[in-house]
């Protein structure tokens, strides 16, 4: 089956501290990745993609690397701000169907 | 227009009332989706419409009904709801039902059930 695990929250982090959040994924054929993050009180927006094997998404000084030998898309960001204090989702789509499997989502507060 | 539109933003209701949300999309997009979110939670899948035909049903309780009038709007009637269905309802929807596409989300619905 498909399914998408993420690292436990909640991260507390101080500004300009590095950031990672491990997501590794269990699929079938070629799914593609994403990154999505929830602000309080909103809906998701799409942070970042990558469709195959090896390929880097990267947006807002995120990126995140698609890497099939170990089912993995790790978030990471060099420097977080305040600003960056949201939820964020890991998730996956098969080629073949019509669902996103989503992580459950791993909560972020940056601390000045 | 990257643009996913719901109404309303906020919907308290009781009940044995009838509402309906609203989701709309002007990106020629022919997957829709409605999703259910606790606080704390990942969205949960609800329904989704391809080619404005409904695809995919999550076993939800006949007091959701979903219609999709067409290719642009999503609706989701809201009847004789529990207080246990108050949660953010968020619509969604992809370029192409079978292409593995980004999915845009809308903001969300706050529904409270009292």
């Known amino acids: 089956g498909n399914s998408v695990t993420q690292m436990e929250g909640p991260v507390t982090l101080s500004e300009e501290a590095f950031l990672t959040i491990n997501c590794t994924y269990t699929a079938t054929g070629y799914p593609s990745l994403f990154w999505y993050v929830q602000y309080p009180g909103e809906g998701l927006q799409l942070l970042l993609k990558?469709?195959?094997?090896?390929d880097k998404g990267s947006n807002k000084g995120f990126e995140a690397t698609y890497r099939k030998e170990t089912t993995s898309f790790h978030l990471e960001k060099g420097s977080v701000q305040v600003s960056d204090s949201a939820v964020y989702f890991c998730?996956?789509?098969?080629?073949?169907?019509?669902?996103?499997?989503f992580g459950t989502g791993t909560s972020l507060t940056v601390i000045p | 227009d990257t643009e996913v539109t719901q109404t309303p933003k906020h919907l308290v209701m009781g009940m044995t009332n009838k509402k309906s949300l609203k989701c709309e999309q002007h990106m020629g997009h022919r997957a829709m989706y409605w999703y259910k979110q606790k606080a704390k939670k990942p969205p949960e899948l609800m329904f989704v419409y391809s080619y404005e035909k409904l695809s995919i049903n999550e076993s939800v309780p006949s007091r959701f009904s979903p219609e999709c009038p067409n290719s642009s709007l999503l609706n989701l009637h809201l009847h004789a709801l529990q207080p246990e269905d108050s949660a953010l309802y968020l619509c969604?929807?992809?370029?192409?039902?079978?292409?593995?596409?980004?999915?845009?989300f809308g903001q969300g619905t706050r529904l409270t059930v009292v």
């Open positions: 990558a469709t195959k094997a090896d």
């Open positions: 998730a996956l789509r098969q080629n073949t169907g019509n669902q996103f499997y």
């Open positions: 969604a929807s992809s370029q192409d039902p079978v292409l593995n596409t980004e999915a845009f």
